[in-house]
C-alpha cells in the first residue's frame, strides 16, 4: 500500500478520497440492508442470525480485488504502471472503511453475538420465520403449530383433566431443568474458555439482562414449590452450585468509566493492524510534496538526493516495493487456505437453501447493478471525475465482491468449537457465481467507462 500510494495521490487528486469514502461506505450499508430483508423472508440457523449481516455487508476487498484490477490495468486502455498504482491507491481507501468498520467500529462483535446464549433448534426458527411471513402479508396467524400439537395433545378436550395437571407440573419442571442446565453451560464456557469471557463482556446489556432474568426464573420457580425435605434438601445443593454461577456473572459487571475505556482502547489497539498503519501514513506523505520528495523525485521539489542520485529515503520505497510485490500471491494463498477449511455440507437440504441463494444473488447480481447505478449517477452529479476512468472502473468493480474470507477467521474464533459449519455454506455459492458475475461485470465496466 506505501509503495502504491506514496506516488498516486498528490494535491491535485487527493479530493477523490470524499468519492472514495462514500461509494465504500454506501456498498456496505446496502449489502447490511439486503442481508437484514433477506433475514425478514428465509429462515437463517440461530448460530448465524448476526453473521448474515456481516457476509452481507464486508465484502473481500483484499487480495481478489487487487490481483485483478492489477492485472486490468496493467494493459490497454489504461496506462500500465501508473494506473496501476493509482488503481491500488484507491483500493485502500475501500480497505480502510472495511478495517475501520469491521474492527474499531465494532462490526466484529455480530460475530461474536451469534455464539452467546443457548442454540435454538432449527425448527423454531422456520416455525419464527413462517408467522412472520403470514403476518407480512396479512393472513391469519392462528393455526396451531405441529410442535404445540405435539406438547399439549389435550388441547381440544374442554375440561382440564387429572393427566393434563400432571403434564403441565412436568412441563415446568422441564423448563426450570433445561434453563438450569443452560446456565451450566454458560458457566463452563466462562470458566474453562477464557477466550468466551469476551462475548460475555462485550455483548449489550440486553443479553446480561436475559441472563439475570434466567436466574429470577429458577429461583422464583424454586420458592413456589411444595415444601418437601427431600426438595428442600435437593434445593439447597442447587443453590449451592448457583451461587458461584451468579457470582461469576455479576463479578464482569463494569463501570461506565471502565467499559469507555475497553472500548476506546480496544478502539485504538485495532487500527494498529498493518495496512491500516501503512494506509493513514501513507495520505500525509504523498499529500505533502517535501515528504514525497524524500522517497520518490519530483522535479519540483528543492532536495538534496543521495550520492547514489535518488532520493534519500528511496530505499525504503524499494523495499516496500519488492515486499509488496508478494501481497498478492500470499493473499490468494490465504484465500485458498480459508476457503479449503471450509466443509461442503452434506445434506444441502437441511439447509437454509432460500437464503444461501438469496444472499449470493444479492451480492453478485443485485449489488452490481446498484454498483453501476450509484457510480453513473455520481458522474452525472459531478461527484466523481468524468475523466478519471480509473476510478470509475474501481468503484464499479468493487460493487462484486464475495464475502470477506476474513468472517470465516473471526467465526473459528468465536465458535468455543472452532468451526464455521454455518458460513461454509453460504460461502462456497458465493465464490462460485464470482468467477461468471465478476468476468462479466469487468467487461460491461470496461465498455462503459472507456
Known sequence: MFSKIVPAFNADNIRVFGPLLLVAAV???LGITL????KQFFWVPHRFRHGLLVAGGWGNIGDIPISVILSVTSTA????TQDQNLSIAYLSIFLLVFIFSLFPMGGHRWVAMDYAGPDVEPRDVQDAIRRRRRKMFGLSDNIPEAEDVERDPQREKPAETQDTKCASS?????????TLDSIRRLRRLNTIHDDSTTIIQTSEQ????VINTEIASVIRVQKEEKPNPEADATDSKEDDKMSPEVISFHSVTLTRKQVIVKRLKAFFSSLLSAPSISIIVSFPIAIVPQLTALFTYLPDANIPSAPDGHPPLAFIMDTAAFMGAA?????????GSALARLKIPDRWASLPVGAISSL???????????GVLIVKGLVRCGIIPEDDKVLQFVCIFCSCLPTATTQVYLTQVYNVAGEAEHLS???IPQYILMFFSMTALTAFALYLTF
Open 206 to 209: 440486553a443479553e446480561e439482562t
Open 327 to 335: 501481497s498478492v500471491p500470499l493473499g490468494l494463498i490465504c484465500l
Open 360 to 370: 449470493a444473488i444479492a451480492k453478485l447480481v443485485v449489488m452490481p447493478i446498484f
Open 170 to 178: 412436568g412441563a415446568e419442571e422441564a423448563e426450570a431443568a433445561y
Open 425 to 427: 455454506a453460504f460461502l
Open 27 to 29: 456498498y456496505e450499508l
Open 77 to 80: 486502455p489504461f496506462k500500465g
Open 35 to 38: 442481508a437484514w430483508i433477506i
